[in-house]
Structures are given as structure tokens and as C-alpha cells.
């Protein structure tokens, strides 16, 4: 084997258990928002990427913009990864989910706000993508939630399944007992 190989393996190698150490940790450490500590949102890892691309496509931009004979894929290359590194930013500021006793709130990551008491799911659905558990809730107005739960904490919503598996209908405030865990938080619904 050349050096060459070896040194591709191993930086192989290294980014495979890099990318694997920061999952585990990202699970470990859910980002809670420090104003609103029940909402979680995405792993820190996302609004770096996002600067990252934003600073490179920056720096792209202004050289393959100041130089008058660089090829058109270059300033379109410099565009795109300013424009996803923008995207990734959003993305990272939108969204949080926030997990109750009897609803969940969330945010999608363009930005539009969903509170979606469990009474009202007409659908839910486990399935499993590139080896993560997804779980994908609609409403009866169409309101969709698709998380992957092992990244965010859906406790709350995986009892009320339960719940409805055994009793047949999704928990409501009225099957609390006055005074239960959840009624002195949230006492309207918000």
C-alpha cells in the first residue's frame, strides 16, 4: 500500500469516527433554548456548518466576482454555497420542538408556528431511514411532524401513543386528574 492510500484511509478514518463522536454527543446534549428550556432545537453542529459555508462562499464570492476571467461555474459554485450555508442558518434559527403532556409545539424551519393537541392526530407512523427511528405525525387540518426520535426527546408524544394503542383515544386535558402533572404549566393549552 502506497503512503498516499494509508493517508486516505486514515483521514477516512478519522472523519467516519469525528462525525460519529459528534451524533453521540448531540444526543447526550439536547440544545435546549436557554429563554424557553422545553423547546429543543437542532444539534449545534448546524448553524456551524452553516456559518462555515456562509464564510466560504463569501470568500469565494469576492474573488470569483473580482476577477474578471474566472469561469462562470465559479461564481455560480461561490452562490450556491453561500446561498446553502444561509439556508443551513434558518434552518437552525426556525425550528424547535417542544414536547407536553397533551400537545406539541413546534416550529418548522421555514419559520411558521404549529401547536397540535394529540386529540387531533388522524395519522402517526414509525418508520426507519439510513438506520434513525422517524416518527411522522398528522393532524386532522394537515398539520405534519416528522422527527427523528432518538435526536429529539418525543417522551410525552410516545406516552400518548401508548395511550391511544390501549384505550383507544388520544389523552385530552379532561383524562387528567385536576391538579396532574402538566395542568399547572399550561393551564391553557399554550
Known sequence: ????????????????MFIAAIAWWARKHPNRS????EQVRMPKIVP?????????GLLMSLVSFGYDRSPVGARIAAVAIFLGGLAFVLM?????????????AFRSVVGKEHLLPYSEIAHYSFQTMKGQPYLTVKSAE??????????????????AIDFHKVTGHWPARTDAVAGGHGAEKYPSGN
Request: glycine share 4%; proline share 5%.
Open 1 to 16: 500500500m502506497s503512503t498516499e492510500s494509508i493517508l486516505k484511509v486514515l483521514i477516512m478514518a478519522f472523519a467516519a
Open 34 to 37: 436557554k429563554q424557553y428550556p
Open 48 to 56: 456551524i456548518i452553516g456559518w462555515l459555508f456562509l464564510s466560504v
Open 92 to 104: 437552525y434559527r426556525n425550528f424547535y420542538v417542544a414536547p407536553r403532556d397533551f400537545e406539541v
Open 142 to 159: 394537515g398539520v405534519k411532524l416528522s422527527l427523528n426520535i432518538r435526536a429529539y426527546d418525543m417522551t410525552p408524544l410516545l406516552r
